[in-house]
């Protein structure tokens, strides 16, 4: 069993692609949910599709939530707050850039590491450069 | 702790084509997690816990590059071993 990975994007589509990055990355070792869009299919952020998301990933190992923009962090943590009152197992919500976080958190929970490893490794991702400057 | 420890370290060139980048950072990072043995992997100065997937990446290496592969353990070997096959087969990517 590994840390568990929730990917909530204003927009379902997005959700479900990175959700593909990270499962690539993770080779079936991890689970991963999504929670994209309102519950009417449009753009936006819906706490029960959230909720369940968590739930779909659910394990002793604790989960992980990566998103995309500004008010899916509040509807995160009240859907983190329904979560508790079913499960005791811990959830931490990532500040990392959702590709980067979601890719780097596949890879760190696929080897076992623990929910601090996997959210430390994920909010590291602000520290690598997305073009590398070489000399010659 | 009585497992004997061991310590082994081995230069590979980078051939695949993209480097050092995400999918070939992975499988380097999953296949070092296989092993007890600490390991480390170095491009130019740059030094990184081929363990940890942010570690590998910022490395930055590329095609033609270095890599120093040193681990310390019980499976070092083997770790040196397995790792520097996996540089050398291009991380199994077509080209």
Redesign the interface.
């Known amino acids: 069993m590994t840390v568990g990975l929730v990917i909530v994007s204003h927009s379902s589509r997005l959700a479900e692609g990175v959700a593909e990055l990270a499962g690539?990355?993770a080779?079936g070792k991890v689970a991963i949910a999504v929670a994209g869009g309102t519950s009417d299919g449009g753009l936006g952020t819906s706490v029960d599709k959230i909720v369940s998301a968590l739930h779909e990933v659910d394990g002793p190992e604790g989960i992980l939530v990566l998103l995309d923009l500004g008010s899916a962090v509040m509807a995160t943590e009240m859907a983190v707050e329904a979560f508790a009152q079913a499960s005791q197992h811990p959830v931490v919500i990532s500040p990392a850039p959702l590709v980067e976080g979601a890719?780097?958190a596949a890879?760190?929970a696929?080897?076992?590491n623990s929910l601090q490893e996997v959210a430390e490794?994920a909010a590291?991702?602000y520290?690598?450069?997305k073009v590398?400057e070489?000399n010659g | 702790m009585d497992s004997k420890m061991s310590v082994a370290e081995t230069s590979v060139i980078i051939l695949n084509k993209v480097g050092l980048h995400a999918r070939p950072a992975r499988l380097l990072v999953q296949t070092a997690a296989q092993f007890q043995a600490k390991v480390q992997v170095q491009s130019g100065e740059k030094v990184a816990n081929a363990k940890s997937i942010v570690g590998v990446l910022k490395l930055g290496a590329a095609r033609g590059d270095t890599l120093v592969l040193r681990a310390e353990g019980e499976d070092a070997d083997e770790a040196v071993k397995t790792l520097s096959e996996l540089v050398l087969r291009k991380f199994d990517e077509e080209e």
């Open positions: 690539q990355m080779q890719v780097i890879v760190e696929s080897i076992g490794a590291s991702a520290t690598l450069p590398h070489r």
